[in-house]
């Protein structure tokens, strides 16, 4: 009989997933193969590459559809015809028509907040078998006439019963730069399209369903700094949080994942987490430490893969916990900036099968 329990390391590490008995456990994760935009996704849509990915997931792991408790989905760039990305993609997997869902967006971390909502889910009893991850597609992303242009267009009919004279009308006061289409600010960072989804469990459900977990979501942490001096240091915030809850240290950190928006994002936070002078005027004196970066994205990071903003949180989980099985470490620790000064960590724990 399997037991609900706080397990503890020789240091007392405390490995309950933050004030629950529940054992949260990653099972398993897919994601689809990365694209450059506007190539082999072109004539897809977000909601069709994630429901692609549900069915994937539901096949390799053999899942009944019965099971799915809920469904959790992050994305960023919304496309109007499907605003609940989860419910329609949930739906066209073959998910019963019963099983409730819904989609998040917090900018890079989306599909962090996806994970991280599936597993508070569970703690509260409200759900044991979970699917989250997150999609995003570059590749048909909405662009809009500037809003001079907007509001001429809305007036046309109105001004096209004038005759040429209110056909005229229409142009006056347009400058060369009205015509220049408004594209969402953040499409100009885009490196790839990808989808991914990881499923998380009880444990106890999970080993009752015939699966074998790959890993403990053990703590996270969700920050904000500021934006206009500190923008993408989040990650520093969050492992502090994370490990300090969990009475840690880097040294007891076997792999890393730190999500990379750009390179100077993570020197600067590798910087700030072994910097005195930082952990001095942040976090009292103590240091986060220092990462040893032979341990750091050892299979490719954002910068190399890609980094769909809505699925980067969901590859860094599926990542981690399969290098932890892989690399036969304990600890896992992911961190992630998202715009507007917002940032994500998470430690997990190997499951030993």
């Not at 989905?73 to 919304?78: A, E, N, R």
């Not at 509260?124 to 992303?141: M, N, R």
């Not at 880097?250 to 390179?263: L, N, S, T």
């Amino acid at each position: 009989m399997l037991r609900n329990t706080v397990s503890r390391g020789a240091r007392g590490f405390a490995t309950a997933a933050k004030s629950s008995q529940k054992n949260i456990v990653m099972v398993d994760g897919i994601r689809l193969p990365f694209a450059m935009q506007s190539t082999i996704y072109n004539d897809l849509l977000a909601v069709d590459l994630q429901r692609l990915a549900l069915k994937s997931l539901l096949t390799k792991t053999a899942l009944d559809p019965a099971m799915v408790d809920y469904v959790l989905c992050g994305t960023v760039i919304q496309e109007t015809k499907t605003s609940n990305i989860a419910r329609e993609a949930s739906m066209g997997a073959g998910i019963p028509l019963s099983v409730p869902s819904h989609t998040v967006t917090q900018a890079c971390i989306s599909s962090s907040v996806a994970i991280c909502t599936a597993a508070e889910k569970i703690m509260a009893g409200q759900a044991d078998v979970v699917i989250a991850g997150g999609v995003e597609t570059f590749s048909d992303v909405p662009i809009r006439f500037s809003r001079k242009v907007r509001q001429k267009l809305i007036g046309a009919p109105k001004a096209m019963k004038k005759g040429p004279a209110g056909i005229a009308g229409l142009l006056k006061g347009l400058k060369p730069g009205d015509l220049a289409p408004e594209a969402p600010a953040i499409a100009n960072f885009t490196t790839g399209e990808v989808m991914g989804v990881s499923s998380d469990r009880l444990s106890a459900k999970a080993l009752e369903l015939g699966f074998k977990p790959k890993s403990y979501i053990r703590d996270w942490a969700f920050v904000a700094c500021d934006p206009f001096e500190e923008l993408l240091l989040g990650p520093t915030y969050g492992a502090k949080k994370c490990l300090d809850s969990m009475n840690l240290t880097m040294d007891d950190i076997g792999v890393f994942e730190i999500h990379e928006a750009f390179a100077g994002q993570v020197l600067s936070n590798l910087t700030a987490m072994n910097s005195q002078t930082f952990a001095d005027q942040r976090f009292n004196g103590k240091k986060v430490g220092e990462i040893d970066q032979s341990k750091m994205n050892t299979k490719g990071g954002s910068l190399s893969l890609g980094h769909p903003f809505g699925a980067t949180g969901s590859r860094l989980v599926s990542t981690a916990s399969n290098r932890l099985q892989r690399e036969e470490q304990r600890f896992a620790l992911l961190a992630a900036c998202a715009d507007g000064g917002l940032g994500h960590a998470a430690i997990l724990e190997r499951y030993d099968n």
